[in-house]
């Protein structure tokens, strides 16, 4: 029976938006400043990011852009087994900061699925924590 899953991060950062969204369009890049763990990098296919051409790759994870939205939001589709959603960054006004949500909506197959889910869960939830983290020290330069 095929599980679904709804998993939103979010917090506010005293940067723009324009300045979040550049600085998650560049991860996976030569020019990424908020990814976190250099011993888990996250990767993704070289040049500007292109709807249905861009992949990216980390923490087990392999998924195709699935939307760029300059300023508002970047989703990725996954491409693993047992997976069928999207994995997005999400940015909103917030008063005078600029809120980013990370937001995970899928639908897990029974076997495959909950597997990976199980597996990716907990290193998902740190990540976030990093990345957040990360960026919040790099807008303050």
Same mark, same amino acid.
Do not use: C
């Given at each position: 029976?095929?599980?679904?899953?709804?998993?939103?991060?979010? #917090?506010?950062?005293? %940067?723009?938006?324009? #300045?979040?969204?550049?600085?998650?369009? !560049?991860? %996976?890049?030569?020019?990424?400043?908020? *990814?976190?763990?250099?011993?888990?990098?996250? =990767?993704?296919?070289?040049?500007?990011?292109?709807?249905?051409?861009?992949?990216? *790759?980390?923490?087990?994870?392999?998924?195709?852009?699935?939307?760029?939205?300059?300023?508002?939001?970047?989703? *990725?589709?996954?491409?693993? !087994?047992? =997976? &069928?959603?999207?994995?997005?960054?999400?940015?909103?006004?917030?008063?005078?900061?600029?809120?980013?949500?990370?937001?995970?909506?899928?639908?897990?197959?029974?076997? !495959?699925?909950?597997?990976?889910?199980?597996?990716?869960?907990?290193?998902? %939830?740190?990540?976030? &924590?990093?990345?957040?983290?990360?960026? !919040? #020290?790099?807008?303050?330069?």
């Amino acid at each position: 029976m095929p599980i679904p899953i709804d998993v939103v991060y979010e #917090r506010s950062f005293s %940067g723009t938006r324009r #300045r979040i969204y550049q600085l998650l369009a !560049e991860m %996976g890049t030569s020019a990424d400043a908020i *990814w976190p763990f250099a011993a888990q990098p996250f =990767m993704r296919s070289p040049g500007p990011l292109t709807v249905g051409r861009t992949e990216e *790759w980390h923490s087990g994870v392999h998924a195709i852009l699935d939307e760029a939205v300059p300023e508002e939001r970047i989703v *990725w589709r996954f491409e693993n !087994e047992g =997976m &069928d959603g999207t994995h997005g960054y999400y940015l909103s006004a917030d008063g005078k900061k600029t809120k980013l949500s990370h937001r995970v909506v899928a639908t897990l197959s029974d076997t !495959e699925g909950r597997l990976f889910w199980r597996r990716l869960e907990d290193v998902h %939830g740190r990540t976030l &924590d990093a990345l957040f983290a990360k960026l !919040e #020290r790099v807008l303050k330069r």
